[in-house]
């Protein structure tokens, strides 16, 4: 079902389309401050103090900035322009800033100590193998972890430079403990430079298949 929109906030929507093209031609920086990592709000606050302090709203010149860099193909909200970054970049430019907004919000979370932030390394660690152990999986010893990590060290395991867990997961086919590339792709992210250190200790150098 179609949102109604109010006269006051399609106003709005048409000012905001209004300001996208003089934002691209006024403040071409724009497009590199997003590019870096500035948010859309705060690219706002910015124009407000380089020549758009005229507009009272941030929240209208917020949009402003978003259909400077999207650009608009809606007619009924004003001429139509194309935006100052590819569609298809500023996606993966959206994708990118939310990932580092969920890693600010995780880290100050450690640092309050709250939810599962709040828990050890070692209260996390018998959380997973109590979840793993719930749902049927066969749980990683430090066996297996030391023989994936230095498979994914050895170049005929790489694409690229890269760890191939595909590859990884065929060598481990034909042994008695044979791995899905999820599960190798999950093991190797998860896995601490203080486990790695400790293993190091535990085992040296070699794979054990």
């Known amino acids: 079902m179609a949102r109604n929109i109010g006269s006051s906030e399609l106003m709005s929507m048409k000012l905001a389309v209004a300001l996208g093209p003089k934002i691209q031609e006024r403040r071409p920086e724009v497009r590199e401050r997003f590019r870096a990592g500035e948010s859309h709000v705060g690219i706002a606050r910015y124009l407000q103090g380089s020549g758009f302090?005229?507009?009272?709203?941030?929240?209208?010149?917020?949009h402003g900035v978003a259909y400077s860099l999207t650009g608009n193909d809606n007619r009924t909200l004003g001429p139509t322009y194309a935006g100052s970054i590819p569609r298809k970049?500023?996606?993966?430019?959206?994708?990118?800033?939310?990932?580092?907004?969920?890693?600010?919000?995780g880290l100050r979370m450690v640092k309050e100590g709250r939810g599962a932030h709040g828990l050890s390394h070692e209260e996390l660690s018998a959380a997973a193998k109590k979840?793993?152990?719930?749902?049927?999986?066969?749980?990683?010893?430090?066996r297996e972890t030391w023989t994936i990590l230095q498979l994914a060290k050895d170049k005929r395991f790489q694409n690229r430079g890269r760890p191939s867990h595909v590859k990884i997961e065929k060598h481990l086919k034909g042994t008695e403990n044979p791995r899905t590339r999820y599960?190798?792709?999950g093991r190797l992210k998860c896995t601490t430079p203080e486990t790695i250190e400790r293993l190091e200790r535990k085992y040296g150098t070699a794979p054990f298949v």
């Open 183 to 185: 599960s190798i792709a």
């Open 53 to 62: 302090g005229h507009i009272g709203s941030v929240s209208v010149l917020e």
């Open 131 to 142: 979840a793993a152990l719930a749902r049927g999986e066969r749980l990683w010893d430090d």
């Open 89 to 105: 970049e500023y996606g993966a430019l959206v994708k990118q800033h939310r990932e580092e907004a969920g890693r600010r919000t």
